[in-house]
């Protein structure tokens, strides 16, 4: 199997509940990065990934990358410092026109980071990238022409603001068809990335993410195993949210928790 595991955070940090759909408390963020760490996972950079589904290069097993969604401030604070204690890269996706301000998770306003975090990030070695169509999906049917303005602001307020090079994009859901990748790509960007399940195979147009939102350990270990990676992006995903077996794993892993607790 060519493809490994890409990893999508979100916001991490405190929040009210209804703020956390997506996101994760930092402790159990700095559990699954010392598991990581402690377990021998090696944690590469996206053009390792893409070398390795293309086939130039073959990754060890047991390799992942990572990559944190939204360009909230926590992931400055909550998020850089852990990944740097256990010198693991990461690619942080940015929305251009919150950097500075804040970002609304149900009614529940989360502050962003600020220039000077992002690049103080991108200094470090992190890689920093797109949030295109400022944090908007375009799952299924999309105004093709309203992503694109969307993405050339976004462009123009990073080249203002940043000097480094923006070469991967990402959506939180949805794959763009051929005319709008072939725009991306005419704007530099080397990939797309999403969130799983796609429902196609993995391609630079478009590779779906694992996203991590659940601190339970188990459901962890189960969404970077090779079995999830090889079932993440199949069309029989419909079927498992439709009968709720996703919940139902959820379920089984709660009472094993609670009777080893026991």
């Not at 994760?24 to 090696?42: A, D, H, I, T």
């Not at 919150?98 to 992002?118: F, H, M, P, T, Y």
């Not at 709008?180 to 429902?199: D, E, I, Y």
Request: hydrophobic share 35%.
């Amino acid at each position: 199997m060519k493809e490994i595991p890409v990893l999508l955070y979100q916001n991490v940090g405190h929040y009210p509940a209804d703020a956390m759909e997506d996101g994760l408390p930092p402790e159990p963020f700095k559990r699954q990065m010392r598991f990581l760490s402690e377990n021998g996972y090696n944690i590469v950079t996206l053009d390792q990934a893409l070398d390795h589904l293309a086939g130039h290069d073959k990754l060890p097993p047991k390799s992942l990358a990572i990559t944190i969604d939204g360009g909230y401030r926590d992931a400055c604070t909550n998020v850089f410092p852990v990944l740097k204690s256990h010198d693991f890269h990461a690619t942080f996706f940015i929305i251009p026109e919150c950097v500075g301000g804040e970002r609304k998770i149900k009614g529940n306003s989360i502050a962003c980071l600020n220039w000077n975090q992002v690049n103080e990030m991108a200094d470090s070695g992190m890689e920093i990238g797109l949030l295109a169509y400022e944090g908007r999906g375009i799952k299924g049917r999309y105004d093709e022409e309203s992503v694109k303005q969307s993405i050339s602001d976004s462009l123009k307020i990073i080249a203002e603001n940043y000097s480094g090079d923006i070469r991967f994009c990402a959506f939180k859901e949805g794959v763009p068809e051929k005319p709008l990748w072939n725009f991306l790509r005419g704007r530099g960007f080397q990939a797309v990335f999403t969130q799983c399940p796609t429902n196609r195979r993995p391609g630079l147009s478009g590779i779906g993410r694992i996203q991590i939102d659940d601190d339970d350990h188990n459901i962890f270990l189960t969404k970077i195993s090779k079995i999830y990676l090889f079932f993440k992006d199949k069309r029989s995903w419909k079927y498992i949210r439709r009968y709720k077996i996703d919940k139902l794993a959820h379920r089984i892993s709660e009472t094993l928790n609670a009777i080893r607790g026991g």
